[in-house]
């Protein structure tokens, strides 16, 4: 089974047995991982196996910005739209760090949405996006996301020997 204790074992013949985890409970070993990990499952990384899907939530007519409960989110990938009659409709345009201005609710200015962009995530809660373009019907709205990655734990290593 690979878990951390198992890597800091391997590592330390090639770092002459010096201590990995010299700190209070397993550091420097728990942030080096964790380092390495979040870097791998990070933007612009995109893997099948950390990828997931959400379509629990529906546009409102009128409505420009929509919070959705996503626990483990971690950045958008893909969105896209589906409408009453099945018809779906992907959105080009997908921004994680590019805020969206706030347009007018008129109904003359609704439009079906042409782009989305995550406004905000509260990690381990939700996210808010925000689409250009008021929607003018109701539509599914269906995600792609990566997963957020999870950091390490303590480990606490009893003792190292050479």
Not at 33 to 45: C, D, E, F, V
Request: with cysteine; hydrophobic share 40%.
């Amino acid at each position: 089974m690979l878990n951390l204790q198992n890597t800091v074992n391997w590592a330390l013949p090639y770092i002459e047995y010096s201590p990995l985890n010299a700190g209070v409970n397993g550091e420097p070993a728990v942030s080096i991982a964790t380092l390495i990990r979040n870097s791998l499952l990070g933007p612009a990384n995109q893997w099948s196996w950390n990828r997931k899907e959400d379509n629990s939530v529906s546009t409102v007519a009128g409505t420009q910005d929509y919070t959705i409960n996503l626990t483990d989110f971690g950045f958008l990938e893909k969105c896209s739209l589906t409408d009453t009659v099945g018809n779906v409709y992907e959105l080009k345009d997908v921004y994680n760090n590019l805020p969206l201005s706030m347009t007018t609710a008129l109904t003359s200015s609704r439009s079906r949405p042409l782009a989305v962009a995550v406004m905000s995530v509260i990690p381990g809660t939700s996210i808010k996006i925000r689409f250009m373009q008021v929607p003018e019907a109701v539509y599914i709205i269906n995600l792609t996301y990566q997963i957020a990655p999870v950091p390490f734990t303590a480990n606490p290593i009893t003792s190292v020997a050479n």
